[in-house]
C-alpha cells in the first residue's frame, strides 16, 4: 500500500474488461508494467475487478498470486484457452447455426478446476470483484470476499466466462445458474471504485482499468433499411449496444474521477487486429494481441507512471 505525506492511505483498483481471447493484450499491458516496475501484478494492487475473461485473469492472479507474464506462458505454450475453447466433435454445421453453444462446457470446468483447485473466496489476502448474471434472480451479482456461500474459484471463473452463444450456463454450489456477467457489466471499474469506497472509507482510491480493444462493425445503411431482427442479429447489434454502454460508462467514469482513473483502450482496426473474440488458437493472432499490448504500454507509458505516483 502507497502512503501520501501529510494525507490519506492510498488503495489501488485494477480493472479488467471482458474480450474473449484478447485478454493477451490486457496481460502483456500487464507484464510490462511488471517489467517497468519490478513488482507484480499481485503486489501493486489492492483490489482487482474482472469481467468474462477479466474474471478469469483476476482469479488467476489474486488466487494462485500469478504474474501476468506467467499467465502468458500458460495461455501461449500450456494452450489454456484452446483447452477451455473445446467445440463439439460433431455437427459444426449447428454451431455455425447458433443452435446450441459454440463450445463445451464440461472442458472448462475440469481445465478450470485444475488450475484453481480447492480454493475459495475465503482464501484470498486481496479484494475481488466479479460480476456474474444470476439467471435465478433475473439479476446481475458480484463475487466479492463475502459473498455467500464461501464459493470455489473455479467455479466463480467458469462462470464469469460464460458468454451466451459461446457456452453453456454454469450451476454452482448453491443451486444457481449464472452466465458471464459482460451482459450487465463489461467493464466493472466504477462499480469496483463504489465498492472500494466502502471497504475503505479513510482512503484515497486509485483505478487503472485496461480493455482489451474496441471492436469495429461497418453496416451498410442502404441495406440495413431492409434488416429485420436475424439480419441485425447477424450482423453484431448486440455487441454494438455493449460497446456503446461501455463507451459511455468509460466516459462517465473518467468526468467523475478525473485523475484518479486510467482506462486504457484503443481501436482493434487501428492495429489491424481481427474483431472476433474466440481466436485462441490462432498463434499469428495471439502474437499479434501480445504486440499490442507492448504498443498500449510504450503510448501511455508517462500516464501509467504518473498514476502510479503517490502523490
Not at 501520501?4 to 485478454?23: A, E, F, V, Y
Not at 494452450?79 to 472442458?107: A, C, T, W
Not at 486481496?126 to 446481475?140: E, S, T, V
Not at 485523475?259 to 486504457?264: E, K, N, R
Request: aromatic share 8%.
Amino acid at each position: 500500500m502507497i502512503h501520501l505525506k501529510h494525507s490519506l492511505p492510498i488503495k489501488t483498483i485494477l480493472s479488467l474488461d471482458g474480450g474473449g481471447s484478447h485478454l493477451l493484450i490486457q496481460l502483456s499491458v500487464l507484464a510490462c508494467l511488471e517489467e517497468d516496475t519490478g513488482v507484480a501484478t499481485y503486489d501493486l494492487f489492492d483490489l482487482i475487478a474482472g469481467s468474462s475473461s477479466g474474471g478469469l485473469i483476476t482469479c488467476l492472479i489474486l488466487g494462485r498470486q500469478l504474474s501476468a507474464k506467467r499467465i502468458i506462458e500458460k495461455v501461449v505454450q500450456e494452450k489454456l484457452l484452446e483447452k477451455i475453447m473445446s467445440e463439439h466433435r460433431f455437427g459444426r454445421l449447428l454451431n455455425k447455426l447458433q443452435v446450441r453453444p459454440k463450445y463445451q462446457g464440461i472442458p472448462k470446468k475440469l481445465t478450470l478446476q485444475q488450475e484453481l483447485g480447492d480454493l475459495k473466496l475465503s482464501s484470498l489476502s486481496k479484494q475481488i470483484f466479479i460480476p456474474c448474471f444470476n439467471l435465478n434472480q433475473d439479476q446481475l451479482e458480484i463475487f466479492t470476499n463475502d459473498s455467500e456461500p464461501d464459493f470455489l474459484l473455479s467455479e466463480i471463473a467458469d462462470a464469469c466466462t460464460a458468454a451466451p452463444s459461446y457456452y453453456p450456463p454454469v450451476q454452482m454450489q448453491d443451486g444457481g445458474w449464472r452466465i458471464d456477467g459482460g451482459v450487465g457489466m463489461n467493464n466493472p471499474g466504477f462499480n469496483a471504485y463504489l465498492y472500494a469506497q466502502r471497504c475503505w472509507r479513510q482512503h484515497h482510491i486509485k483505478l487503472l482499468s485496461i480493455g482489451s480493444g474496441w471492436r469495429s462493425f461497418a453496416i451498410n445503411g442502404t441495406k440495413a433499411c431492409g434488416y429485420g431482427g436475424v439480419q441485425w442479429s447477424a450482423q453484431g447489434i448486440a455487441s454494438i449496444i455493449l460497446r456503446e454502454k461501455m463507451k459511455t460508462n468509460v466516459k462517465t467514469t473518467a468526468e467523475i474521477l478525473g485523475d484518479q482513473v486510467l482506462y486504457i483502450n484503443h481501436h482493434l482496426k487501428d492495429y489491424d487486429m481481427p474483431d472476433h473474440m474466440d481466436s485462441a488458437n490462432n498463434a499469428v493472432v495471439q502474437q499479434k494481441a501480445l504486440d499490442i499490448g507492448k504498443r498500449w504500454y510504450a503510448l501511455q507509458r508517462e500516464q501509467i507512471q504518473q498514476w502510479l505516483q503517490p502523490a
